[in-house]
């Protein structure tokens, strides 16, 4: 785990890259903002968490960390010990995690446990969409505290690292780090209740978009061709047919 700084003291505002060392986007947008050298008004720390899967290339070495909160220090499992590790730099900080995905290219945030802190940064990141993650397991990293993810874009693209470098700054100004007002947007806010399986023996399309309501019996993918409907209203999130092994994605509910 790589740390770096701006500004003197002790930072309680934090920026991290790399969780999944096959999104590259928040480190290019922390080399970015490094090579800007911007002034502070107050310290800041960035942490490019997974060196050893990014090096490689790789989502993880061992297990996902991103699904492995709260970490344990004694583990033989790289990214077990890693988030325990995290968990620990990140204590006392307002936090921004950056992740991108192979399922929407515009950015929207995710957390676990919808606040009222949560949808201040959100909004204020100018973000359309939001996500509650605390459905998909307790084991998620965004289960610590002040602490929100953003999905910059498609996994790989310059796309995604120019939005993670415009994000980031948004949330340096929405922190007080750096000057400036930042934009509000009301962002609509949805929470997950269920994933979506698929069988390893198939082939997927997803038809439906994510974000947009799909009603019951409409189709929103395909199977080797045959068309898979709604049994139920929902909204789709990170529904790809490449973006998880064992799942199409996730079901989620709108949050007033």
Do not use: W
């Not at 003197?8 to 947008?29: F, I, K, N, W």
């Not at 509650?132 to 310059?158: C, K, M």
């Amino acid at each position: 785990m790589r740390i770096e700084q701006l500004g003197s003291g002790e930072p309680a505002v934090a920026v991290v890259a790399a969780v999944h060392g096959d999104e590259p986007c928040g480190v290019r947008a922390i080399e970015r903002l490094l090579d800007d050298d911007p002034d502070v008004e107050r310290p800041v720390k960035f942490v490019v968490a997974n060196e050893r899967a990014l090096d490689r290339g790789v989502r993880y070495v061992d297990v996902d960390m991103n699904r492995s909160y709260p970490g344990d220090e004694t583990s033989d499992r790289h990214e077990e010990r890693l988030a325990s590790d995290l968990r620990a730099e990140l204590a006392g900080t307002t936090a921004l995690s950056i992740h991108s995905t192979r399922s929407y290219a515009d950015p929207f945030g995710a957390t676990a446990g919808l606040t009222d802190a949560d949808r201040r940064v959100f909004e204020r990141l100018g973000l359309e969409y939001a996500v509650d993650v605390g459905g998909v397991s307790d084991r998620h990293l965004a289960q610590l505290p002040n602490y929100v993810e953003i999905e910059a874009g498609l996994q790989g693209t310059d796309a995604a690292a120019r939005n993670a470098y415009d994000l980031t700054r948004r949330f340096l100004r929405a922190t007080g780090v750096v000057p400036g007002t930042p934009e509000r947007r009301d962002t609509s806010y949805v929470t997950i209740y269920e994933t979506v399986p698929k069988r390893a023996d198939a082939t997927y399309s997803i038809t439906a978009r994510n974000f947009r309501a799909v009603e019951p019996d409409e189709e929103f993918a395909r199977r080797d061709g045959t068309p898979i409907r709604a049994t139920e209203a929902f909204v789709p999130v990170l529904m790809s047919s490449t973006g998880y092994e064992d799942i199409l994605g996730f079901k989620s509910a709108v949050v007033d």
